[in-house]
């Protein structure tokens, strides 16, 4: 059986009987348990994941309503509350904890019948680049074991990428879904701010952070995307968005549609082969009918101090609540004073997640939060004007979704500031609220190479439009593992 299929391949073979759901999932956790010993994509499986799927396959058989996933197993990243299965962050601190609810995401995945296969690997508090920060050990990269898979999100594009599922939720705060997307070779949306809800999602970042989805096709993330979009009451960021069909008018094209490529995410820094693949994408969308003009965003350069400023200051205000005492592992209290007791649970954070809430603390603290954290807001603010002005002169930005290739794990995890500054190209779309996705375009050294669009606040279909025809130029090699 062949699981390196689309969404739409796997639902019509569903629809006319010649797959069964419970073969799928069957032969999906199989899957699993013979590449995840290596790859480490996942934190928990979902032991009830077989006995769902006989329970959609029989309504199948019946022909009772069935849900628009027809039971396809999508996996979740761990920081994504799930009352069912444990919700660890991929943290000492939440280990064994179940949510008593379903994010909404979840719920309405749910009701169109998709199974959650597994909760997959992240940095811990999804506070990372490379998911070598997870207290359950790192995840590896399918195109080469050695190396990083990105992060935050990297059991979700690990889990995509391998097939082990056909799509999987992330979540984005400065680039945690479309880093993974690209390091893994597959395509991941981070959507406009407000598009999806965040009721359920563990907070790091809350005036930052989009959950967003990966799978291996732009058709496939928009047809998650039709499911998971639209306000929702349970959280008042959520903005109407018109409730548009994603997946309609894919084909559209960029025909005269106009293309900036960011001056400043192509130069300095950028591998040869990553920048040699940005020409090659810009020759691609040129054949098919687009211009491709040079733009210049030189609040970019100033987006990584401003975008750890504000995410570390928002982190250590959001950690506050894991003292051990509500929930968290299995610790006596007897023999510690209050202070003493959070303190030494507290211990038990990473080094990741203790540096960023000290961090936090810093620049929200008294004399430091003029000079940090207000200056810092406003580059973010510098940062919209000059890309709603940018959106004036061209439909769509174009940029490398990472300035790098992927590296061997271990290489970079003493020194944090050059893990930090490889957020360079992702960060505005997250302090800025526009969407923007990571689409596979090139395979250098063994490795994958993935290209970033971005476009103004809720133009997914637009966007989506764009990533589709460049995703079709391409003809990229079955991942090896």
């Not at 022909?63 to 039971?71: D, F, I, T």
Request: with cysteine; aromatic share 8%; hydrophobic share 40%.
């Amino acid at each position: 059986m062949n699981l390196a299929i689309s969404i739409s391949q796997y639902t019509q073979q569903i629809r006319d009987g010649t797959l069964s759901v419970e073969e799928f999932i069957a032969k999906t956790l199989e899957r699993i348990n013979n590449v995840d010993k290596t790859l480490h994509a996942f934190i928990s499986l979902n032991e009830n994941a077989v006995e769902q799927a006989k329970q959609i396959d029989k309504k199948l058989k019946v022909k009772e309503k069935v849900g628009s996933c027809l039971g396809l197993p999508i996996s979740i990243k761990d920081n994504i509350c799930t009352k069912e299965m444990k919700t660890t962050c991929a943290s000492k601190m939440l280990e064994d904890f179940i949510s008593p609810y379903d994010a909404t995401v979840i719920s309405k995945l749910k009701i169109q019948d998709a199974v959650i296969i597994g909760k997959a690997n992240l940095d811990e508090f999804a506070m990372g680049s490379t998911t070598e920060y997870s207290y359950f050990g790192p995840s590896r990269n399918p195109w080469n074991p050695d190396y990083v898979p990105g992060g935050s999100s990297g059991g979700s594009g690990v889990s995509v990428s391998a097939n082990e599922c056909l799509a999987s939720l992330g979540s984005d705060t400065g680039g945690s879904v479309r880093s993974p997307a690209s390091f893994c070779s597959v395509v991941g949306l981070k959507p406009t701010y407000g598009l999806i809800s965040r009721y359920g999602l563990v907070s790091f970042a809350n005036s930052i952070e989009q959950i967003g989805p990966l799978a291996r096709t732009v058709e496939d993330v928009a047809f998650i995307l039709n499911i998971i979009a639209g306000r929702d009451l349970h959280d008042n960021t959520t903005i109407e968005n018109g409730n548009p069909d994603y997946t309609k008018d894919l084909d559209a094209g960029v025909s005269g549609k106009k293309i900036g490529i960011v001056s400043e995410m192509v130069g300095e820094g950028v591998d040869k082969e990553v920048q040699l693949s940005t020409k090659d994408a810009v020759s691609s969308f040129e054949k098919l009918g687009a211009e491709c003009v040079s733009i210049s965003l030189d609040s970019a350069k100033h987006s990584v101090a401003a975008y750890y400023t504000l995410a570390s200051a928002e982190a250590s205000s959001n950690l506050a609540r894991f003292d051990n005492l509500r929930y968290g592992f299995d610790f006596s209290v007897e023999g510690y004073e209050y202070n003493q007791y959070i303190s030494k649970a507290r211990s038990n954070f990473g080094s990741e997640v203790t540096r960023r809430m000290l961090l936090g603390a810093f620049v929200l603290s008294a004399g430091y939060y003029g000079k940090y954290y207000q200056k810092a807001q406003k580059v973010r603010s510098l940062i919209k004007s000059q890309l709603t002005e940018s959106f004036k002169k061209v439909d769509l930005l174009l940029a490398p979704t990472m300035p790098i290739l992927p590296f061997k794990i271990g290489e970079k995890i003493d020194d944090p500031l050059k893990i930090y500054l490889l957020d360079i190209n992702t960060i505005i779309a997250n302090l800025s609220g526009i969407p923007a996705i990571s689409v596979p375009f090139a395979i250098a050294n063994g490795l994958p190479i993935g290209m970033q669009l971005f476009a103004n606040s809720l133009q997914e279909k637009q966007l989506l439009q764009a990533a589709h025809a460049l995703y079709k130029t391409t003809n990229l090699p079955e991942v090896p593992i």
